[in-house]
T-cell receptor, first 112, second 115 residues
C-alpha cells in the first residue's frame, strides 16, 4: 500500500554540502509539495509543483530549489546546506481538484 | 494570501471526554477546502476530516466532527469520546478550490489524552 515515499528517514550532512531529498508518489497525483516542520512553527511550504516542470515558491524558498522531471518524483535540493536548515522535511501529493493531500513519512535532516 | 491560525498550542483531556480544537482562517476566496490533519508522535501525517466551503452541512467522521462557520471564518474540530490514540499534533489547513492548490497549514496544536 505504498503511496508517498521519501528517500531517507534520517540524514546527516555537513555545512556546505549539496543535499538531495527525493519524494516519489504512486497515485498519479498532479500536485506535489515540500514542507519543513519545526516545533512551534507548524508546516511551512517551501515549494509546490502542480505539473511536470512547473513549480511555485512557497513561504520559505530561500536556500532551496526543486526539480520535477517526472510526474511521480519531486526533489528538494539544498544547494549549500546550512545549520539552520536542520529540520523535518515532509513531502505530500494531491490529486488536482480533490482537495486533500497524502503525506510521506518525513526526512529528519541534521546539518552539522 | 491565505492564513490559518490555531491559537491554542496545547490541550489535554481525559479519556472518554469531548474536546474542541479551534481554528480560524483568513481568505478572500469563496470556494475552498478546510482540513484537519493528525500527526501522532513519530508517525505520519494523516487526514482526519475535510470540509468543502460550499457545503453548509458540517462534516463528520465517526467521533470527529467540525463546526464550520463560513462568515466568521472559523473551523473547529470536536473529538467525542476521546481515546488514548487521539494523542497527537493536530493541524488545521486550507486549500483553494481552483487555481493554485497550495495547502496552507496552521502552527498546530498538541493534544494529550490522559487515562
Amino acid at each position: 500500500d505504498v503511496k508517498v515515499t521519501q528517500s531517507s528517514r534520517y540524514l546527516v550532512k555537513r555545512t556546505g554540502e549539496k543535499v538531495f531529498l527525493e519524494c516519489v508518489q504512486d497515485m498519479d497525483h498532479e500536485n506535489m509539495f515540500w514542507y519543513r516542520q519545526d516545533p512551534g512553527l507548524g508546516l511551512r511550504l517551501i515549494y509546490f509543483s502542480y505539473d511536470v516542470k512547473m513549480k511555485e515558491k512557497g513561504d520559505i524558498p530561500e536556500g532551496y530549489s526543486v526539480s520535477r522531471e517526472k510526474k511521480e518524483r519531486f526533489s528538494l535540493i539544498l544547494e549549500s546546506a546550512s545549520t539552520n536548515q536542520t529540520s523535518m522535511y515532509l513531502c505530500a501529493s494531491s490529486l488536482l481538484g480533490r482537495g486533500s493531500a497524502d503525506f510521506g513519512p518525513g526526512t529528519r535532516l541534521t546539518v552539522l | 494570501a491565505q492564513t490559518v491560525t490555531q491559537s491554542q498550542p496545547e490541550m489535554s483531556v481525559q479519556e472518554a471526554e469531548t474536546v474542541t480544537l479551534s481554528c480560524t482562517y483568513d481568505t478572500s476566496e469563496n470556494n475552498y477546502y478546510l482540513f484537519w490533519y493528525k500527526q501522532p508522535p513519530s508517525r505520519q501525517m494523516i487526514l482526519v476530516i475535510r470540509q468543502e466551503a460550499y457545503k453548509q452541512q458540517n462534516a463528520t467522521e465517526n467521533r470527529f466532527s467540525v463546526n464550520f462557520q463560513k462568515a466568521a471564518k472559523s473551523f473547529s474540530l470536536k473529538i467525542s469520546d476521546s481515546q488514548l490514540g487521539d494523542t497527537a499534533m493536530y493541524f488545521c489547513a486550507f486549500m483553494k478550490h481552483r487555481g493554485s492548490e497550495k495547502l496552507v497549514f496552521g502552527k498546530g496544536m498538541k493534544l494529550t489524552v490522559n487515562p
